[in-house]
């Protein structure tokens, strides 16, 4: 009889004896990871809607006069002097009518009666995709202000900050309750396995007896720990992209959610998850053991 | 192998000592060399420091002075792998049986087996075989939890013999046991013993050492009181069990 056969005899026997102890902490260890992908999925797809209105991300310049060719080129070269940008676009009075004329729609005959250059000239302003930083943007739209004739700049000030700050609260809450979590499961599994070793103390200090190595004895429970971290894990991530499934079906069109297109963990993600799950749950097992076998 | 034996020396135990607190002395200056091969008896009375001995023999317990070797280890200094590789070596039955009573019979008798990876046909053959020659056959499937006093005493004597250990420690083997049960453990111990391994048995009951022709060491307060041999006459019950063993002499 080899070591693994021996192994993974004891292990069964083991999980036979205390297959509903060793459910409970699964159940544990699935909730602890449903929670944290919980937070995590949804502070990804904050990432992944920031990363889209970035890419919508324009400065608007509005302009007291309409700049002539010479002043535009002049203008253009000051932008670019602050940092280099995706593209520099003047907007004339009459073009701006035009595009309002078309949000419009059906509505345009309320035009009726306006002058065509009731509307004042603009600069479009798409910074390149490595300003993406607010701080950054904000100091980008105050240089803009500077500019002669600038009337005032707008880039959705409010809402991006907001957003930002939205994004930044998130990450916090995904990393506090990520740290939370990794501790609980850590400990739960921790605790799950001193208990067996406890109820199990006579038979362990037998087996110690009758000469069983320390690793004979240690690699079931460590084999449990693997089990109970690659179950929790799974069966938490199943949850969560039955949950996905769910939300995405029936909240789909609602409101303000169109403006996002979920999306779930990539393979990456999802296996780095489980690793984590199953290196916690072994780490946990194993300190309880050393602590035994210490004795 | 060190200086403190010679190849035939399975045990050595050189001025050992064990002092329990606050200052109970179990075993004061003991001091014994039992040859590989050989019966030993233990005898003295209830709480005279035999089973005191036996723990101090298979590294249950540290000796508070003094050394003991086993096949030329200090056993106290031997750890990790090295210790529990000895102790497969060691079979041991225990006065208090050390059974997993949630087990089966046939289980608790394998484990020892199971952690030195026997494989598992010769395991199921040794465990029939053994349950054969204590005529526990019936008790195979049976949870030693619901075992009488007299056959878990059996049942823990198999376990410490199934290994085929070059050095069995056996505590008040007889104490629960009728005559007929008598017989069958002390034909099992001899049969091991004639099988070359060295054995001490820790025991007050005089019908299984008087007639034997091994040695005896009566221990009396923790000291040596006596270093005798039996009459040699053998065990009646159980042929050849007393006699044979390559006893060194006292």
Request: aromatic letters at 8%; hydrophobic letters at 45%; charged letters at 20%.
């Amino acid at each position: 009889m080899n070591f693994w056969f021996s192994i993974f005899r004891q292990t069964g026997r083991n999980l036979r004896q205390t297959w509903t102890t060793m459910f409970m902490t699964c159940l544990t260890v699935s909730l602890s990871v449903l929670i944290f992908s919980f937070f995590y999925l949804i502070y990804l797809n904050m990432l992944n809607a920031e990363s889209r209105l970035s890419n919508e991300l324009r400065l608007v310049v509005y302009l007291e006069e309409e700049p002539g060719p010479e002043l535009q080129e002049q203008m253009r070269l000051k932008i670019s002097r602050f940092d280099q940008v995706e593209e520099i676009k003047f907007i004339s009075k009459a073009e701006a009518f035009n595009r309002f004329a078309d949000q419009l729609g059906d509505n345009r005959e309320v035009l009726t009666d306006m002058p065509q250059d009731f509307l004042p000239a603009s600069i479009e302003v798409i910074p390149l995709k490595t300003l993406r930083n607010l701080s950054q943007v904000k100091l980008f739209a105050e240089y803009l202000a500077t500019l002669p004739g600038t009337q005032m700049v707008q880039y959705g000030q409010k809402w991006i900050e907001r957003f930002y700050s939205f994004i930044k609260l998130l990450s916090i809450v995904v990393l506090i309750s990520g740290f939370l979590l990794i501790l609980t499961a850590t400990f739960m599994v921790a605790s799950t396995i001193r208990l067996t070793i406890v109820s199990r103390q006579e038979e362990l200090e037998l087996l110690k007896l009758v000469g069983a190595t320390n690793n004979y004895i240690r690699t079931p429970f460590l084999l449990e720990g693997i089990l109970v971290g690659l179950m929790g894990s799974l069966l938490g991530l199943a949850s969560l992209y039955a949950l996905f499934q769910w939300t995405t079906h029936h909240l789909a069109g609602a409101g303000f959610l169109d403006l996002f297109t979920f999306i779930f963990f990539p393979p990456g993600i999802i296996f780095i998850i489980i690793a984590l799950s199953i290196v916690l749950c072994t780490a946990g097992s194993y300190t309880s053991m050393q602590k035994f076998l210490r004795i | 192998m060190s200086k403190a034996t010679d190849s035939r020396t399975m045990i050595e135990m050189i001025k050992v000592t064990k002092r329990y607190p606050p200052n109970v002395m179990a075993l004061d200056d003991i001091s014994v060399s039992i040859a590989s091969g050989e019966m030993f008896f233990l005898i003295g009375r209830s709480g005279a420091g035999k089973t005191t001995l036996l723990k101090l023999l298979c590294n249950m317990e540290r000796p508070s002075n003094g050394l003991i070797e086993i096949a030329g280890m200090n056993i106290h200094q031997v750890t990790g792998n090295k210790l529990a590789k000895l102790r497969q070596k060691v079979g041991v039955a225990y006065q208090d049986f050390r059974l997993l009573t949630d087990r089966t019979v046939a289980e608790n008798i394998a484990i020892s087996m199971e952690v030195s990876y026997k494989k598992p046909e010769l395991i199921r053959n040794r465990v029939r075989s053994l349950l054969a020659q204590l005529q526990l056959e019936d008790k195979h499937d049976m949870l030693t939890g619901d075992l009488s006093r007299g056959e878990q005493q059996r049942i823990a004597l198999a376990r410490a013999v199934a290994n085929s250990p070059s050095l069995i420690l056996v505590d008040e083997p007889t104490g629960n046991l009728d005559a007929t049960s008598t017989a069958q453990v002390m034909e099992l111990l001899s049969r091991s013993h004639n099988a070359g391994a060295t054995i001490v048995i820790a025991t007050h009951d005089e019908s299984i050492y008087r007639h034997s022709s091994h040695r005896i060491m009566e221990i009396n307060n923790g000291r040596i009181s006596s270093l005798t041999k039996g009459d040699g006459q053998g065990w009646p019950n159980a042929a050849g069990a007393m006699d044979g063993g390559s006893g060194d002499a006292i």
